[in-house]
């Protein structure tokens, strides 16, 4: 069943924040958050007759990925990644991670791997600069427990 709110979301993303026209690549790129609201966006896009493309990743994952990451490692991943994203027009990025502190423990020479081959030649360099995109968090347990919240 789909929760109103999330299908609010989804066409404010879709329609409002990156613009999705007909024809247009739209990547879904998400963390830790709930496949329903994947679900509901893959719909969306299509509705905007635009093409969507997804990939769902795992806070945990990412971790393990990055800690035993080589630089070799994280310049293929970024050139693979750069790559998928110079072929789209749009980007949502949607990151619920369950545990705000995944990474905190990354040696400091893997995380400058990851943001020197794969974050920045992706993200900054081409996502910001050639798509139209939005990123934003989803609220979840770890951000409710941040706040002082149940």
């Not at 026209?21 to 329903?36: A, H, N, S």
């Not at 900054?124 to 919240?149: C, I, K």
């Amino acid at each position: 069943m789909c929760d109103i709110r999330e299908k609010k979301l989804a066409e404010l993303l879709v329609n409002y924040s990156i613009g999705a026209k007909k024809g247009e690549k739209v990547l879904i790129e998400t963390f830790d958050i709930p496949d329903g609201l994947i679900e509901i966006l893959i719909d969306t896009v299509a509705e905007a007759g635009a093409i969507p493309f997804v990939s769902t990743k795992r806070s945990r994952v990412q971790r393990l990925l990055l800690q035993n990451g080589s630089k070799t490692q994280m310049s293929f991943i970024g050139e693979y990644e750069t790559m998928r994203m110079k072929g789209m027009d749009c980007y949502i990025g949607i990151r619920g991670n369950n545990n705000i502190s995944e990474l905190s423990d990354i040696p400091p020479d893997k995380m400058d791997y990851f943001e020197q081959f794969w974050l920045k030649p992706t993200h900054f360099e081409e996502r910001v600069r050639n798509t139209r995109w939005v990123v934003l968090r989803y609220p979840n347990a770890s951000m409710a427990q941040l706040a002082g919240m149940s």
